[in-house]
């Protein structure tokens, strides 16, 4: 049995598809609906059970012996959450409640981190596991705060030599696009967001620069297609001898104007950018450049080419955001 938190998610519902696609399962499936269009996310999806996160401690006691892999991809991942607290019992403390759980039952667990968990990049984005350099590391906001408090957790645990699950892996997502994103709303990733002004040939509008050193539109990300995530937690799943904490971006910055033109040749247009001052509240906890580092992944064995931009937002387009039904 493979259990999927947040499986009705963004990254959680392309998993879910993929698993299925490959004969992978019984799946389940633990997240809530809302009153919105989620639930389109697994729509197409033949799962064995769906349970909501109240549920899921006494779901994993009733199944315990049945559970191979929990996938745990459920988090609050709004980087504007200011509830601390909530953010600390939904993002920490279920999380450590699941590695528990996973090592008390002999299970595998496979975590979303984040590259929020970098803060502004002054100490870089290598994912290295010990101590000392993840102590150098100072997340901008709750959430990442809340990914880096549970990544020093288990690290410290696993120096230790303290029991752990059968196989553990963390990934820390750069910025992750692709369909079934479209519940999120404003967290929704930038291509989303700005397809149906590109389709109606309007001016997609970004954040101008506050900073000397990059002009407006080259403030640069690490950029990865979802599909890229969800081969390598399937990669992970099928090897079940990787464990550790791994960045999961491609290796390449590239610019928000790059984002933008790939955007518009996709849809068959001319570029048309405006620029708008950063917000207020962005100033200083905003990221001017991400950029994973990835040979700790690769020389655990991952070594499949990853999607460039362009190829990636095609493919997004044509296949998705530009189809009545957009959905995977």
Avoid at 108 to 120: E, K
Wanted: overall charge negative; aromatic content about 10%; glycine content about 10%.
């Amino acid at each position: 049995m493979l259990i999927v938190t947040g499986g009705a998610g963004f990254i959680g519902s392309n998993l879910v598809a993929a698993l299925e696609a490959r004969g992978l399962g019984p799946i389940v499936v633990c997240d809530r609906m809302g009153s919105g269009d989620k639930w389109k996310n697994i729509a197409k999806r033949r799962l064995w059970d769906l349970i909501p996160p109240e549920a899921l401690a006494s779901f994993l006691d009733s199944h315990a012996g049945e559970v191979d892999t929990i996938f745990h991809l459920g988090a609050i991942s709004a980087t504007t959450e200011r509830d601390a607290d909530l953010i600390v019992a939904n993002n920490f403390r279920l999380s450590l409640d699941l590695w528990d759980w996973c090592t008390r039952t002999d299970a595998r667990l496979i975590y979303a981190s984040s590259a929020a968990t970098y803060g502004d990049g002054v100490a870089g984005f290598d994912d290295n596991p010990s101590a000392e350099a993840l102590a150098a590391l100072r997340p901008l906001n709750p959430y990442g705060w809340s990914k880096h408090l549970f990544d020093r957790r288990i690290l410290a645990a696993v120096d230790a030599g303290d029991r752990r699950p059968r196989q553990w892996a963390g990934l820390k997502f750069f910025n992750v696009y692709g369909p079934n994103e479209y519940h999120k709303g404003d967290m929704m990733s930038v291509p989303a967001k700005l397809w149906p002004h590109v389709k109606a040939g309007e001016p997609a509008r970004l954040f101008a620069s506050d900073r000397p050193d990059y002009e407006d539109g080259g403030q640069m990300r690490d950029f990865v297609w979802v599909g890229d995530c969800v081969d390598v937690m399937v990669w992970l799943h099928a090897n079940p001898g990787v464990n550790g904490l791994f960045n999961l971006g491609t290796g390449q910055a590239r610019s928000w104007h790059d984002l933008a033109t790939a955007l518009y040749t996709s849809g068959g247009r001319p570029p048309l950018i405006e620029y708008i001052p950063m917000p207020d509240h962005l100033k200083g906890k905003y990221q001017y450049f991400t950029e994973a580092r990835m040979d700790r992944l690769r020389a655990a064995g991952y070594d499949r080419p990853f999607t460039t931009l362009e190829e990636g937002i095609g493919r997004y387009v044509r296949d998705h955001l530009a189809l009545p039904d957009p959905y995977v």
